[in-house]
């Protein structure tokens, strides 16, 4: 099956700009992550979405971040303004939910965004 | 909420050696532990996970054990092969928010 497609793979972009990340999940999957990966770290969560609603977006600064999922398929991810300490990879994933409720999470290849 | 905490942050194994990765956990609602394996540039990717009612599982050469008693779970990689080197991670998910939370990674090197 295809997996995770993201775009763009790679931005550069001057503090205070604007930018914006697309993800295509696989196909019947209803859940989206995005997570962000700060170099040498673990991703964190930003947002999870259920279909088109949102589930956990607790850890979204949501002054500069803002997340959409129309129609429960591709969604966008937007940084406005963008600070240096955004620099990281935006990795989005899906997920099946099984009957029982344990699923495994794809990730897409992320998108490495250079803030200077 | 969850935390998840993974030791060492650097681990090199001589190349047909043993390798052990640790995690601890500190909500005891988790229920579902999934390692990845993310060499560099590319995404991680699962590579085994255990569930809360399981306390070991084996998959070749990986293995992962879990202790819900002490909340702490690890991944042994057995007989390491260069192709082992990368970065690890171990999560932990809570079955009522579905909320997965990653640990800080081990960077694994095998020594030829």
């Known amino acids: 099956e295809a997996g995770v497609a993201q775009s763009p793979r790679y931005k550069i972009i001057e503090k205070r700009q604007s930018v914006a990340f697309w993800c295509n999940p696989i196909?019947?999957?209803?859940?989206l992550y995005w997570y962000q990966q700060i170099l040498g770290q673990g991703p964190k969560l930003l947002i999870q979405f259920q279909n088109n609603g949102v589930v956990d977006d607790s850890q979204l600064p949501k002054d500069r971040f803002s997340a959409e999922r129309l129609k429960g398929v591709d969604s966008t991810l937007k940084i406005q303004p963008a600070k240096l300490e955004d620099s990281a990879v935006y990795l989005c994933a899906s997920s099946f939910r099984e009957r029982e409720g344990f699923y495994e999470q794809y990730f897409g290849p992320g998108t490495r965004l250079t803030v200077t | 909420g969850e935390n998840v905490e993974q030791h060492p942050s650097t681990l090199s194994v001589q190349e047909g050696d043993s390798a052990v990765i640790k995690c601890t956990y500190s909500?005891?609602?988790?229920?579902?532990f999934p390692w990845y394996k993310q060499e560099l540039g590319k995404r991680p990717q699962l590579i085994i996970d255990?569930?809360?009612?399981?306390g070991e599982k084996k998959d070749q050469r990986i293995a992962v054990t879990l202790n819900k008693t002490a909340k702490h779970f690890s991944l042994h990689i057995t007989e390491t092969q260069p192709e082992d080197s990368a970065v690890y991670f171990c999560a932990a998910r809570n079955f009522g928010n579905e909320k997965l939370t990653f640990g800080t990674g081990t960077r694994l090197t095998i020594i030829p």
């Open positions: 255990i569930r809360s009612n399981v």
């Open positions: 909500d005891s609602a988790s229920n579902y």
């Open positions: 196909s019947g999957h209803a859940t």
